[in-house]
Nanobody, 119 residues
Framework: QVQLVESGGGLVQAGGSLRLSCAASGLTFRRYAMGWFRQAPGKEREFVAAIAWNSGSTTCADSVKGRFTISRDYAKNTVYLQMTSLKPEDTAVYYC????????????WGQGTQVTVSS
């Protein structure tokens, strides 16, 4: 079965950096676009970034553009989210997910990793 396991979250001061990882198994990793989402307390889940199946294109939310970078390693079946210049408003649980393809819907999700940015 498909499993997505996030890691790399933690507590960091404002202005700091973190790199999140999402290890994927049970799927043909190279066939799927992948995305990162986040959910802060009391707020709805929001899109953060996505990367195409062939790494040919990436997209980021305006709120993280220029600060966050999404990438993937096909040999390790892993998607990364490099986060720099972190702000307190980036505090959230971060999730990775698989884009199922034709409809652009995300059908498998990880359990999430907590990122807390202190001011």
């Amino acid at each position: 079965q498909v499993q997505l396991v996030e890691s790399g979250g933690g507590l960091v001061q404002a202005g700091g950096s973190l790199r999140l990882s999402c290890a994927a198994s049970g799927l043909t990793f190279r066939r799927y676009a992948m995305g990162w989402f986040r959910q802060a307390p009391g707020k709805e889940r929001e899109f953060v970034a996505a990367i195409a199946w062939n790494s040919g294109s990436t997209t980021c939310a305006d709120s993280v553009k220029g600060r966050f970078t999404i990438s993937r390693d096909y040999a390790k079946n892993t998607v990364y989210l490099q986060m720099t210049s972190l702000k307190p408003e980036d505090t959230a649980v971060y999730y990775c997910a698989r884009d199922e393809g034709p409809t652009g819907a995300y059908d498998y999700w990880g359990q999430g990793t907590q990122v807390t940015v202190s001011s």
